[in-house]
């Protein structure tokens, strides 16, 4: 089966690094990806990984990929304001019909 | 200007009536999608299309059809909209999963239906 969990909500002091968790469950996914919705907009590519791949870093972010547990994460430095938003978790796999299945998503609330 | 455009942003309408929700892109893309995002589920796919002769239907595509007018251009039609149907569409272009799979989403179209 294909499932993509991931909490809803999470809350970080501004400066605080901030830690969102994924887990999946179709091990065979060939990317894993970051998506990241501000308010009123779409979802906007944030990163990815390939499931090749351990980690990835770019600049303030970093994407953990444990594929023996199917557990993906993101941490971002140094969290500010304009960090808030929701963070989907998706995954894909290449030569499946070309779907990415979503998380729920988790919303980033940064407290002052 | 945009690179995928939906029209309209915002529209209220009651039960029974038909709505169209348009996407035009101009990323030259040949997959384009529809989901639909409602609070607490995410975002789910109604229906996708890999070029104008393919249509595909997602997880929740009863109570929706599709037309792909052209390649730029993927409409979204509830014909007898209900309540249940109020939440926010995405239209959303890629490439395709040989590069990365990137999905390029429109800014979402918001339909309460009363």
């Known amino acids: 089966g294909e499932d993509v969990e991931q909490s809803l909500f999470l809350s970080v002091r501004e400066g605080d690094s901030s830690v969102i968790n994924c887990t999946y469950t179709?091990?065979?996914?060939?990317?894993l990806y970051w998506y990241k919705q501000e308010p009123g907009a779409g979802l906007q590519l944030l990163t990815y990984?390939?499931?090749?791949?351990d980690m990835k870093q770019d600049q303030r972010l970093t994407v953990l990929l444990n594929k023996k547990d199917k557990h993906l994460s993101l941490r971002i430095a140094d969290t500010q304001t304009g960090d808030s938003a929701i963070y989907f978790c998706?995954?894909?796999?290449?030569?499946?019909?070309?779907?990415?299945?979503f998380g729920k998503g988790t919303r980033l609330h940064i407290l002052p | 200007d945009a690179d995928v455009t939906q029209t309209p942003r915002n529209r209220i309408t009651k039960t029974g009536k038909r709505i169209m929700l348009e996407c035009s892109q101009t990323?030259?893309?040949?997959?384009m999608y529809w989901y639909r995002q409602d609070p607490g589920l995410g975002l789910r796919l109604i229906y996708y299309?890999?070029?104008?002769?393919?249509?595909n239907k997602g997880e929740i595509s009863d109570g929706y059809s599709v037309s792909r007018q052209a390649q730029a251009k993927f409409s979204l039609s509830l014909e007898s909209a209900i309540p249940n149907q109020t939440a926010l569409y995405f239209c959303?272009?890629?490439?395709?999963?040989?590069?990365?799979?990137?999905?390029?989403f429109g800014e979402g179209s918001r339909l309460t239906v009363l």
């Open positions: 990323k030259g893309h040949d997959r």
């Open positions: 959303a272009t890629s490439k395709g999963l040989g590069n990365t799979g990137e999905l390029f």
């Open positions: 998706a995954e894909s796999k290449v030569n499946r019909d070309d779907k990415i299945i």
């Open positions: 990984i390939f499931s090749n791949m």
């Open positions: 179709d091990s065979s996914s060939t990317y």
């Open positions: 299309s890999f070029d104008v002769k393919d249509i």
